[in-house]
């Protein structure tokens, strides 16, 4: 299929499916015209693809998940394995997001409980002081 089809197909612009192409995630044969030919399976990896950036894997990751030229398909333990890694990546940042969001807060709290007539430079003083615990 042209390349024109294969963007009405998966919802992606040209551009980017040329991007993927030039990048190694897809390919496709050269006609005589130029046209380029996608096969069928381009519609497949092309979703994988989406889905996989989606869920935050980089283009490097995914291109050792996708199939490798002859083969049959995704490597079942190392698809597995990727997607738990990826899990354990994101479980780690959300930690770390709930830690900053808890400091965050506690800084809005010490900016809020602000001493009445406590004037703001004198107020900004006090919360700088008790982020470095003195």
């Not at 979703?47 to 869920?55: L, N, R, T």
């Not at 004198?122 to 982020?131: F, S």
């Amino acid at each position: 299929m042209k390349i024109g089809e294969l963007a009405s197909r998966t919802g992606l612009a040209a551009s980017r499916i040329r991007f993927y192409e030039a990048s190694g995630l897809i390919s496709a044969q050269r006609q005589a015209n130029g046209y380029r030919r996608y096969p069928e399976q381009a519609v497949q990896t092309l979703g994988i693809i989406s889905c996989a950036q989606q869920a935050g894997f980089s283009l490097d990751e995914i291109r050792r998940l996708l199939p490798q030229g002859d083969s049959q398909g995704l490597a079942h333990a190392e698809l597995l394995a990727s997607l738990q890694r990826k899990v354990g990546e994101i479980e780690a940042m959300q930690q770390r997001l709930a830690q900053n969001k808890a400091q965050l807060l506690g800084i809005i709290a010490s900016i809020e409980s602000k001493p009445e007539g406590m004037p703001c430079a004198e107020n900004a003083e006090r919360v700088m002081a008790q982020l470095r615990g003195g």
